[in-house]
């Protein structure tokens, strides 16, 4: 979200308190993914140094992710092969693991207008679910267009 | 299974004198771009009381080892990196199933 978004970092914003970031690298083995993981990840050297650290995704994530996401993803400017998640794609992950962290984040993204509640129903109608998932995301975003007053 | 957090907790018990570490870290932190600033100034009071007190010390290690979620999260922005080890760390990373 704050590669699309930066200002959801500032002060007062919903990102203020980011202070890692998850990395799914292709290629990728599982050596390297801990080595990386030991290198840049939480209490690591690095993050004593700068206070940010990166937590690096096995590719077994993207059994969790949207169908499709992969066609979603977003370029980031001044980089030639790094990519972002579509932020509808990250919501529907957040929907559908629902911990109250999760629906916060949510909540305040919407309060931004950096989600829209039509296109996150949209992308909730259009992303095939397993029928435990389907049921958590369902009930999730009812909630949250409820209290958005949008239902 | 041991969280990092359980090994800082474990760590910080037997060895207090690290707990400058996490003091040190927040005025380096502070002075560069974290983005959350707040979340910084209270470990600062957590881990100064924990270094004056010994009920502060204890009010430290208990909260490391929670697991409620506000815990949890404040454990988030706990500022002791560099009291466990590479190696120490790696045993955590191995067994950890990362989750968004």
Redesign the interface.
Known sequence: MLAFHPEL?DSGCP??????A?LLLEPVNEAMA?TL??AL?????F???????A????PE?EA?LPAGWQSRLRPLSDYDNVFALDPYD?AM??LV?G????LDLLRALMRSRALNAEQLQERYRQTPLGEREMFSAGRNLRLLLKEAGTE | MKTLLDLVADKLERDPALLRLGLENIDRWVAGSHPAPHRLLEWRQIVLDAQTSPDGFHKLLALLRDRSPASERLGEFAPFAGVLTAAERRTVIRQCVYSH
Do not use: P, Y
């Open positions: 970092g990102l203020e308190l980011t202070a890692d998850d801990e993981q030991v990840g939480r209490d690591s050297a993050m004593a140094e700068t206070g940010f650290c937590d690096i995704l096995r994530i969790t990250l992950v957040k693991l911990r109250a962290k999760d």
